[in-house]
């Protein structure tokens, strides 16, 4: 167990490529880096009918229990583990298990308003905002929510339109102004291998240096095999 030295937030709009960023900036140093999905503190609410937790609007900030998140992310920074809760986007609800989750050199927190509130950002020694089209970012969600998240065609695009697309221009894009670095289109290697850099250093400058490292090669921006 270690004392966290480097706090990262990654926001930006869904399908901006945040949990992508956060995985190949870390896949080098794993056994260093602990990743905070923002997701996971989604606002308990198996007090509703799954009907009715299907209606809620996921992306404004009250959706959040940002109390929970903010101890936790203290409690890791002062060198102590977390009992993470999970989330599960099927059912629309935290799931009854926790995590546990040891403190390590860099802790990397991932989400949609990661940049949102100000006393999470009082934590955060780096601030990134990941920045990609609209329409790129809708075309990704509807394969991944249709493919991993339990949801069809008709329903992404109907959240996108009530809920999503609105709730970003309100709330995600003006977070950009807090961000210390914005990555254009969402896995730009060159600033993916910059902060892979960065976050080697901190790292090592904590006494945990030595790994291996390898070159970022990006895929098409919409996923799949890239063929056209
Ligand atoms: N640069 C990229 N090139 C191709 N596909 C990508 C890229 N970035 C993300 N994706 C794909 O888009 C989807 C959403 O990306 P993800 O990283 O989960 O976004 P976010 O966490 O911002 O919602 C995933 O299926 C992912 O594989
Ligand atoms: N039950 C839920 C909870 C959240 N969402 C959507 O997830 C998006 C955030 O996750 P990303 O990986 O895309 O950043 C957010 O836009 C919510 O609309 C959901 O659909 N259902």
Redo the contacts with the bound molecule.
């Keep these: 167990m270690s004392t966290p030295s480097f706090v990262i937030g990654i926001a ?10 956060s995985r190949l900036v870390t896949r080098n140093v794993e056994d260093a880096v602990t990743r905070i999905p923002l997701d996971n503190y989604y606002v308990d609410r198996s007090d509703l009918t799954f009907e009715r937790r299907r209606e809620l609007n996921y992306d404004h900030p009250d959706a959040f229990e940002w109390d929970l998140l903010h101890t936790h992310l203290e409690t890791l920074v002062s060198g102590q583990p977390i009992e993470m809760p999970q989330y599960d986007f099927e059912t629309h609800d935290r799931t009854s298990e926790r995590v546990r989750v040891e403190p390590t050199e860099v802790i990397v927190l ?1 989400g ?1 308003l990661a940049l949102y509130d100000a006393d999470i950002r009082g934590l955060l020694d780096l601030k990134v905002y ?1 920045e990609t089209d609209a329409d790129v ?1 809708i075309l ?2 509807i ?2 929510d249709v493919g991993d998240r339990g949801r069809d065609l008709d329903g992404v695009i109907d959240q996108y339109l009530s809920t999503v697309k609105p709730m970003h221009e309100r709330f995600i894009e003006p977070s950009k102004r807090h961000a210390d670095l914005i990555i254009p ?3 730009n290697s060159v600033a993916v291998d910059l902060l892979a850099g960065k976050l080697r250093m901190e790292i090592e400058d904590s006494g945990d240096g030595d790994r291996d490292t390898e070159a970022t090669s ?6 799949g095999d890239g063929s056209s």
């Design positions: 930006g709009g869904t399908g901006a490529g945040k949990t992508t960023i991932e949609i990941v970012r990704r969600r394969r991944r289109e969402g896995a990006i895929e098409s921006p919409i996923g």
